[in-house]
């Protein structure tokens, strides 16, 4: 019987047939190789130490994927394996993926954490500060539920004129992470002092939105300060990385951005008692200043001063008027002395003791020679005068003197 | 944001004031000045501090799309 013969065509398709007999499989290997095309399609191979098998998965499929496929990773793929005619060759049709070891979601949430934070959305460059003191807050989270009551509760009872504006989002299931970065952009427009993004706690499922990356985005580009409160204190997401700040839980969060009313008013009654403390303080200061001045000898005896320098200005006197009394009656002495001597040299008291004063023409006569006989002499004795006339003139021993 | 700033504002003023008059180097004048300030300050903030409770609001897209605040009610679990 001779053998028969098939065209290429009819063995591909026949050998496509008994492939895709065996039915949807499960093959469970590592991702090599993996390469997105812009038509949305991913190929890549699965692997093991022994053995590689090429997939395909097509764009439709990517789409429901819950996490990015990539290089090494782990993955239980389902599919159906065929043959690709054209180019003579086999290969598996993927239209499921799960990743060996964790959950999807998990390994998507670490995708999306490592991406992001080389980005620089994590970066602690870009978090704001809260505001001490903010007095309008934005609660844009579920309308119902605990959170937003607990949200309520807390920042009532730390600040009650706190103002406070639920922004009402879905928080889990279809849409909702679009409607949570919408509320986000609403309210950073609308000039809120914060902003607290968040939900209760919940599966890793229903916390989901806010690991989506619209979120996550939403929040980067934010200018108000935003702080993220999702879930449990376990529960860590996305928005937690991105915001400025991670709260633990709503009410958590409450109580991180309210400032504690009680606290605010301590610290005033203590600055109130400073001030008036300080005050006092310095009228004290001063009152006692003045009591050192008031106490001071200047202030007991203020005309002390004033005796000192009339005391000086006794001695001095005294000395003055003693100083000038010597004088005077040192001079009044010399008076006496001088009059006493005058006395003595008084003409008359020579005159008394015998003596006379014989005058020529007025004029004393002291020599005998200047007299001539015929002149006429007046000789003034103590108790009156003599006129004479000379008859001779007479010389030294002839006088006999 | 004005009423924020304003608080902070009084409270740093506050802060400053009570500091120098601690100090003490002020003349009376000065001393006497700084008191009442700081007295203004405090009651400033005693007053914000006993504003009324104010209600919660939720922010509400009307049918002509513009946002509105409207009173809010819990809507319960």
């Known amino acids: 019987m001779p053998p028969r013969i098939y065209t290429v065509s009819q063995i591909q398709a026949h050998v496509r047939h008994i492939l895709e007999e065996q039915g949807s499989v499960w093959v469970e290997g590592e991702i090599s190789g993996h390469r ?3 038509s949305g399609h991913h190929y890549f191979t699965l692997k093991d130490e022994g053995a590689q098998l090429s997939a395909v998965l097509w764009r ?40 060996v070891g964790q959950g999807p979601l998990q390994v998507r949430f670490e995708q999306m954490r490592r991406r992001l934070e080389e980005e620089g959305l994590f970066d602690p460059a870009h978090k704001v500060p809260l505001p001490p003191y903010p007095l309008r807050i934005a609660l844009i989270t579920s309308p119902a539920g605990a959170a937003v009551r607990d949200l309520i509760t807390v920042a009532r009872r730390r600040w009650p004129a706190v103002e406070l504006v639920v922004v009402p989002v879905k928080v889990q299931g279809e849409g909702a ?43 980067f580009a934010a200018e108000t300060p935003i702080v993220s409160a999702v879930g449990h204190e376990v529960d860590f997401t996305i928005s937690d990385f991105v915001a400025d700040l991670r709260a633990p839980t709503p009410s958590a969060a409450a109580e991180a951005v309210v400032p ?35 106490a001071s000898r200047a202030f007991r005896d203020p005309l002390d001063p004033v005796r ?61 020679a200047d007299a001539r006989p015929g002149d006429r002499l007046t000789t003034t004795l103590a108790d009156g005068e003599i006129s004479s006339t000379v008859t001779m003139v007479g010389h030294g021993e002839e006088a006999g003197l | 944001m004005a009423k924020k700033q304003g608080f902070e ?69």
């Open chain 1, 36 to 38: 997105r095309y812009p």
């Open chain 1, 60 to 99: 439709s499929t990517a789409q429901r994927l819950r996490f990015e496929l990539e290089e090494g990773l782990l993955v239980r793929a389902r599919g159906t394996l065929t043959v690709y005619e054209v180019r003579g060759n086999y290969q598996m049709v993927v239209d499921g993926v799960e990743p």
């Open chain 1, 177 to 219: 992470a679009g409607e949570i970065a919408e509320a986000i952009r609403l309210a950073d427009a609308r000039g809120f002092d914060v902003l607290i993004v968040g939900r209760g706690g919940g599966s890793l499922e229903d916390l989901w939105a806010f690991n989506e990356e619209v979120v996550a985005r939403a929040i």
């Open chain 1, 260 to 294: 504690d009313r009680a606290a605010v008013r301590g610290w005033l009654d203590e600055r109130k008692v400073r001030l008036s403390r300080a005050l006092r303080a310095k009228v004290d200061d001063l009152a006692a200043r003045l009591r050192e001045i008031e």
């Open chain 1, 308 to 368: 000192r320098r009339e005391q000086i200005l006794d001695v001095v006197a005294g000395r003055l008027t003693r100083a000038f009394g010597d004088r005077l009656t040192r001079r009044r002495a010399d008076l006496d002395r001088h009059a006493g001597r005058l006395d003595a040299l008084s003409p008359l008291r020579v005159l008394a003791r015998g003596y006379s004063v014989t005058q020529l023409l007025g004029r004393p006569l002291l020599r005998a």
């Open chain 2, 9 to 77: 504002a009084h409270l740093e003023a506050l802060e400053k004031i009570v500091g120098e008059l601690e100090a003490g180097d002020l003349p009376l004048d000065d001393s006497l000045a700084r008191y009442k300030q700081g007295v203004t300050h405090l009651k400033s903030c005693y007053d914000l501090l006993r504003d009324a409770e104010s209600a919660v609001k939720k922010l509400v897209r009307g049918a002509d799309g513009e946002l509105t605040e409207e009173p809010f009610e819990s809507e319960g679990t």
